[in-house]
């Protein structure tokens, strides 16, 4: 992968990261959470997993 490439892969993750960041927040600070909003920070939270995979995947390939 060019450098470029990686780049602008790692600033969308950045972006996707503080969304979801901000939801869990958001899910967090709810008292009684609803069926569906326990399901979506489920999701979001495998997202997050998936993202440091994809992360530590970038930075293997990155190495000289």
Do not use: W
Request: charge should be positive; proline fraction near 5%.
């Amino acid at each position: 992968m060019y450098t470029a490439d990686v780049l602008r892969n790692v600033v969308a993750l950045r972006t996707e990261v503080a969304n979801l960041r901000d939801l869990n927040d958001r899910y967090a600070s709810q008292e009684d959470p609803v069926p569906m909003a326990s399901r979506a920070n489920k999701e979001r939270r495998t997202r997050l997993q998936e993202i440091v995979r994809e992360l530590a995947a970038i930075a293997k390939d990155q190495r000289p």
